[in-house]
């Protein structure tokens, strides 16, 4: 049974699906030695090279799909390399012997909390589509403290520069009358570049620090230290997989094997950055 080819290309992990109908545009995919056209559909035993280089992986009886958390610092750039040469989010994440790992959405470089990445670009195009509205929750740290009336601007919606963005819920989390700073969590569906921060700074308020710390109905583990990463347990793994809607051998494998690793305490590869100390509470001064 034949396959849209870019959706072959994001089960191996090479990258999202968005990601890899631009490479297909431009030249660098072949099928069985012709250049491959956007919406070409291929078969189990078709030869499929990106840049010259055959690619492993596509056969949709393979492993399932692995899930990492990180927690992403400030200062880590959230792309796979750097032209500044900073440190990336992609410099401490485990080695993979096939494909590669595959960010799902993006924290911009004074943002830390958590990030997910999968070696299933087909998975990370689901959690990343709109239509499946994925909650985003931050802890915000502004200079100042909201009156009732910015509140409900924010919940009822702020027009920014590439539309109308509104949060569905803002709970105060710490600081008292006379603090110079002030906690809040907010939770939002989708996350456009920099959208909290505007939201905030459209009410007059600056953002002194922001983490997010879920995604959907995945938390932050309160042990996972920044700069570290740990495996999905495999139930919210399948959890993610049916509500993205994926089906195929490849995915009900999924359901057979056994326990994934907790990720309890597990370290970057070596030459990262040392253990620190135990995170304190984000919404204490």
Do not use: C
């Given at each position: 049974?034949?396959?849209?080819?870019q959706k072959?290309?994001?089960?191996?992990?090479?990258?999202?699906?968005?990601?890899l109908?631009?490479?297909i545009e431009?030249?660098?995919?072949?099928?069985?030695?012709?250049?491959?056209?956007?919406?070409?559909?291929?078969?189990?035993?078709d030869?499929?090279?990106?840049?010259?280089k055959?690619?492993?992986?596509t056969?949709p009886?393979?492993i399932p799909?692995r899930?990492?958390?990180?927690?992403?610092?400030?200062?880590?750039?959230?792309?796979?390399?750097d032209?500044q040469?900073?440190p990336?989010?992609?410099?401490?994440?485990?080695?993979?012997?096939e494909?590669?790992?595959v960010?799902?959405?993006?924290?911009?470089?004074?943002?830390?909390g958590?990030?997910?990445?999968?070696t299933?670009?087909?998975?990370?195009?689901?959690?990343?589509?709109?239509?499946?509205e994925f909650e985003?929750?931050?802890a915000?740290?502004?200079?100042?403290t909201?009156?009732?009336?910015?509140r409900?601007?924010?919940?009822?919606?702020?027009?920014l520069?590439?539309g109308?963005?509104?949060?569905?819920?803002?709970?105060?989390a710490?600081?008292?009358?006379?603090?110079?700073?002030?906690?809040?969590k907010?939770?939002?569906?989708g996350?456009?570049?920099r959208?909290?921060?505007?939201?905030?700074e459209a009410?007059?308020?600056?953002v002194?620090?922001l983490m997010?710390?879920?995604?959907?109905d995945?938390?932050?583990?309160?042990?996972l230290?920044e700069?570290r990463?740990?495996?999905?347990?495999a139930?919210?793994?399948?959890e993610?997989?049916?509500?993205?809607?994926?089906?195929?051998r490849?995915?009900?494998?999924l359901y057979?094997r056994?326990?994934?690793?907790?990720?309890?305490?597990?370290?970057?590869?070596?030459?990262?950055r040392?253990?620190r100390?135990p995170?304190?509470?984000?919404?204490?001064?």
């Amino acid at each position: 049974m034949s396959e849209k080819l870019q959706k072959v290309l994001a089960r191996s992990g090479l990258g999202s699906r968005r990601e890899l109908e631009a490479w297909i545009e431009a030249g660098r995919v072949s099928v069985n030695g012709q250049v491959a056209t956007l919406g070409d559909r291929v078969e189990t035993d078709d030869r499929i090279l990106v840049d010259g280089k055959p690619v492993r992986g596509t056969d949709p009886d393979k492993i399932p799909p692995r899930v990492i958390l990180y927690h992403k610092p400030v200062g880590e750039v959230s792309s796979r390399s750097d032209p500044q040469g900073r440190p990336t989010v992609f410099d401490h994440l485990p080695r993979l012997k096939e494909g590669r790992w595959v960010q799902v959405g993006r924290l911009d470089l004074t943002t830390s909390g958590l990030l997910l990445f999968t070696t299933d670009g087909e998975l990370a195009h689901g959690l990343m589509h709109p239509s499946l509205e994925f909650e985003r929750e931050y802890a915000v740290r502004v200079r100042g403290t909201l009156s009732d009336e910015q509140r409900r601007a924010m919940l009822e919606g702020v027009e920014l520069d590439d539309g109308v963005s509104k949060f569905l819920n803002i709970e105060d989390a710490g600081g008292s009358e006379d603090a110079h700073n002030h906690w809040y969590k907010v939770t939002l569906i989708g996350g456009r570049y920099r959208e909290v921060r505007r939201m905030f700074e459209a009410q007059g308020l600056d953002v002194s620090r922001l983490m997010r710390v879920r995604f959907g109905d995945i938390s932050l583990p309160p042990q996972l230290r920044e700069g570290r990463w740990m495996d999905l347990p495999a139930e919210q793994t399948r959890e993610l997989v049916e509500r993205v809607g994926l089906k195929g051998r490849r995915y009900t494998g999924l359901y057979g094997r056994g326990r994934m690793r907790s990720g309890r305490g597990q370290r970057p590869d070596p030459g990262s950055r040392p253990p620190r100390k135990p995170r304190r509470n984000p919404y204490r001064r």
